[in-house]
């Protein structure tokens, strides 16, 4: 199975600031990640699809990056609404996996 | 709108069986590939389960295969995970999720599992 590890696991920060998060994959996997949203007793919810197709509605300010096996998501201008825990998933083929997770917190 | 509506969680002894619904509303369920995802409590995303649009192919996390066994129905616009050989390790939210390519553009809420003794 393909291995995604993300990193950090957590980060605090403040309102506005700038914030990347790393997805390493164990193997090449093309273009073919995902990032979600989960914010806590929620499910997930689509942010960015193809490595950087970002979802209709979501704002301007995520973008994501990355081939082969290095992806990053990053939030321009860090908002309150935007305090989440952030997963890539791989969908180059199965069993579908997810990365361990990024929790954002408030600084 | 596009709706996904879990069911059927519930608290179950090691070794019961359960079976889990997900109803799906505001798009042409059987056009689309369906998953089951989970999440241990305080634990990241598992994805579980896959079946294709028809029925014609299902996939399975190595953690439940031979244990878990995914189904639709198409007429009824429905979704199913049958569980068994239930394991304390199986405690979890229980969420479906509509296909993209092999990635999730729309979840249900939920529905808790619950395996103890």
């Known amino acids: 199975a393909i291995q995604l590890t993300q990193s950090p696991s957590s980060l605090s920060a403040s309102v506005g600031d700038r914030v990347t998060i790393f997805c390493r994959a164990s193997q090449d996997i093309r273009s073919e990640l995902a990032w979600y949203q989960q914010k806590p007793g929620m499910a997930p919810n689509l942010l960015i699809s193809d490595a950087s197709t970002l979802e209709g509605g979501v704002p301007s300010r995520f973008s994501g990056s990355g081939s082969g096996t290095d992806f990053s998501l990053t939030i321009s201008s860090l908002q309150p609404e935007d305090f989440a825990t952030y997963y890539c998933q791989q969908f180059d083929n199965f069993p579908l996996t997810f990365g361990g997770g990024t929790k954002v917190e408030i600084k | 709108q596009v709706q996904l509506v879990e069911s059927g969680g519930g608290v179950v002894h090691p070794g019961g069986s359960l079976t889990l619904s997900c109803a799906a509303s505001g798009f042409t369920f059987g056009y689309y590939a369906m998953h089951w995802v989970r999440q241990a409590p305080g634990k990241g995303l598992e994805w579980v389960a896959f079946?294709?649009?028809?029925?014609?192919?299902?996939k399975y996390a190595d953690s439940v295969k031979g244990r878990f066994t995914i189904s639709r129905d198409n007429s009824k616009n429905t979704l199913y995970l049958q569980l068994s050989g239930l394991r304390v390790e199986d405690t979890a939210v229980y969420y479906c999720?509509?296909?993209?390519?092999?990635?999730?553009?729309?979840w249900g809420r939920g529905t808790p599992v619950t395996v103890s003794s």
């Open positions: 999720a509509k296909d993209r390519h092999w990635h999730f553009d729309v």
């Open positions: 079946m294709r649009f028809d029925g014609s192919d299902r």
